[in-house]
């Protein structure tokens, strides 16, 4: 089982889904390379990084198929759901192999080719973070993925909007303490997946890291505080978030395609910066295909379970890329018109899931062309078409308004209950023939 992002790249590799980038990159270029390149659909290495020691990897999850390789499964989805039940508890071990450097009067960016990814961020931004803290009171490991923006030396923004970090961050504002954290960068997509999730109270997301996995992550202290983390992270930041150095974060362009800012959010003064030999630096540009593999692997892995249970005549399930998990194609066996209706309602009670269309098995869902000609030849607009409005929709969303209210749409694009012909397909060749040609002409793109 892969244990370390090494691990991963090696696996990657054997499958030959690395692209090595080897000539040596100016940080500012990267994202525009990042951009262009993951229409490859592999992973992105840049060995050589100017002014940088580290290398740098991106594009981590190019496809779903990643998944397949890093669980070693051709159902990474049931995987998935089975595995993060199997809860395994975490196992303190030496800490060792890192070289560690003093950031008092040090400067970040001298270390971590930090990128701005987009042209109106207002400064480069670490996006692949893992921040974790301990509970003042139990002593819990809180831990998730928040942007981070560089404000200068060593010191980092940092939005702390989601719990279990924000109710952490409240206990100890209500002390007058300043609170501890640790930042991990460079792990594998298994792990990093895994801070997506929602734990028990007082459960630790490297538990549910390890049941994936099948074995006990290995965590290391940090010096100063009772922070556990990961041993096979690639950099490990520490330091304290001080909640009296306030300022206005971003805007920065996010997975939507769009900026975001936020009033003000705390900063964290980095005290200690640790790596391991030749390390490489994990950067996540968040309109590139990987973010949205993350959101909708996940999302996919939890609908498919719950929905195949309910209606038996789903097939498949695609998430149209660049959605950030919010537009969806199914896939069904013919069955009745009441149940697609049913199909859609209950898909659009999902938070993430704001269109839902609803195709027969002979259309390609990854062919947008192929569903919008469903769409237009088998959908009845005035009974097919669902609108619903004041649900509850991703905060990411633009439109969302109170409380991410947004409206939802599903469409039925079926032949089910429909006088339609049979559609028409082109006669078959002789296979051989026809493969051999397209050969000698190089291929059909």
């Known amino acids: 089982m892969v244990e370390s992002l090494r691990d991963y790249l090696s696996l990657m590799e054997q499958a030959g889904q690395v692209l090595r980038i080897k000539e040596k990159v100016q940080r500012d270029d990267i994202p525009e390379l990042i951009e ?25 999850a190019p496809t779903h198929d990643a998944f397949k390789i890093l669980f070693r499964t051709e159902d990474p989805y049931e995987f998935f759901v089975r595995g993060v039940q199997k809860v395994k508890k975490t196992v303190v071990t030496a800490r060792r192999g890192f070289q560690t ?18 042209e109106l961020d207002s400064a480069p931004f670490i996006t ?44 100890y504002i ?39 996995r099948g074995e006990a992550i290995r965590v290391i202290p940090s010096f100063d505080t009772h922070v556990e983390v990961p041993e096979s992270c690639e950099f490990l930041l520490e330091g304290y978030v001080d909640e009296t150095r306030m300022k206005q974060d971003g805007p920065m362009g996010e997975i939507s395609g769009y900026y975001m800012s936020l009033h003000e959010t705390p900063t964290v003064v980095v005290e200690r910066l640790s790596h ?46 660049k959605t950030f998990g919010s537009s969806l194609v199914v896939n069904v066996a013919p069955t009745e018109k009441f149940k697609i209706r049913n199909m859609i309602l209950f898909l659009l009670t999902f938070q993430m899931i704001k269109k839902v269309v609803v195709v027969d098995e002979d259309v390609n869902p990854e062919d947008l062309s192929d569903v919008e000609w469903a769409v237009i030849t088998r959908c009845r607009a ?23 209210g947004v409206s939802k749409m599903g469409i039925n694009a079926t032949q089910t209950g429909k006088n339609i012909q049979a559609r028409a397909r082109v006669t078959a060749g002789d296979s051989q023939r026809i493969k051999s040609i397209l050969q000698s002409m190089g291929g059909v793109e």
């Open 36 to 60: 262009n390149l993951s229409r490859r659909r592999k992973v992105l290495l840049f060995e050589a990084v100017e002014h940088y020691a580290c290398r740098l990897v991106a594009n981590l």
């Open 101 to 118: 450097i003093r950031m008092a009067e040090k400067d970040l960016m001298d270390f971590l080719p930090v990128l701005k990814h987009y």
């Open 128 to 171: 692949s973070a893992i921040i974790s803290a301990a509970d003042p009171d139990t002593g819990a490991m809180g831990r998730g993925i928040h942007r981070m923006e560089y404000r200068g030396g060593n010191r980092l923004g940092i939005t702390l909007l989601n719990p279990p970090l924000t109710t952490i961050f409240r206990k």
């Open 174 to 212: 209500e002390r007058g303490l300043k609170m501890p954290v640790s930042i991990s960068i460079g792990v594998d997509p298994g792990m990093f997946i895994a801070m997506a999730l929602k734990v028990p109270q007082g459960g630790d997301k490297l538990e549910a890291a390890g049941g994936l």
């Open 276 to 321: 391991v030999e030749s390390p490489i630096y994990h950067a996540l540009l968040p309109t590139c295909p990987e973010a949205d593999m993350y959101l909708t692997f996940i999302s996919r892995a939890h609908i498919e379970e719950s929905s195949r249970k309910l209606f038996s005549s789903i097939t498949n399930l695609t998430f149209v890329p």
């Open 382 to 404: 005035e009974e097919d078409i669902i609108i619903l409005d004041r649900l509850q929709g991703q905060p990411i969303d633009p439109t969302a308004q109170e409380v991410y």
